[in-house]
C-alpha cells in the first residue's frame, strides 16, 4: 500500500470515529459494510451484520437513552495489506445511559477493506481496557 491508501484508509476510519463521538448515527453506520461483524465485551454474541448491531443502537436508546457525548483515540496503529487494513487504538468514550454521564475505557481493533472503491469496515472488535 502507498501512502495515497494510507491516508484514505485513515480518513474513512477518522470519519467512523467522528461520527460515532457526535453521535450521529446514520453517518456512523455508512462507514461499515452490510455484511460487517461486531464483537463487543458488553454482548454475550457476535454480531453478524450492520443491520444487528443497528437494531442493538436502537434498543440502547430506546430502552436506556444511550447517547454517545464524546470519544477520544489513542496510541494508534495501522498495518496494510493489499485492500485490507487493520487499525488498533486505545478509546475513551463519554457516554450518558439512563441520565447518567460515564467514561468508557477500551481498546479497539477495525478491519477496513476497500469495497468498490471505498474503505468500510469490515470487522470490529472491542474489549475493555483496565
Request: charged share 35%; with cysteine.
Amino acid at each position: 500500500m502507498n501512502d495515497e491508501q494510507e491516508r484514505a484508509v485513515l480518513a474513512a476510519i477518522d470519519k467512523i470515529i467522528d461520527d460515532f463521538g457526535h453521535h450521529r448515527r446514520e453517518a456512523y453506520f455508512s462507514g461499515f459494510a452490510e455484511e460487517a461483524t461486531f464483537v463487543f465485551h458488553t454482548s454475550e454474541r457476535r454480531l453478524e451484520s450492520r443491520a444487528e448491531y443497528e437494531a442493538v443502537w436502537a434498543g440502547w436508546e430506546r430502552d436506556n437513552g444511550f447517547a454517545v457525548i464524546e470519544c477520544t483515540s489513542t496510541n494508534r496503529r495501522i498495518q496494510l495489506l493489499d485492500d485490507v487494513a487493520i487499525f488498533s487504538h486505545d478509546v475513551e468514550t463519554r457516554v450518558r445511559i439512563d441520565g447518567v454521564e460515564e467514561l468508557q475505557q477500551e481498546r479497539e481493533s477495525i478491519v477496513m477493506r476497500e469495497l468498490d472503491g471505498q474503505w468500510l469496515c469490515v470487522h470490529e472488535h472491542l474489549s475493555g481496557r483496565d
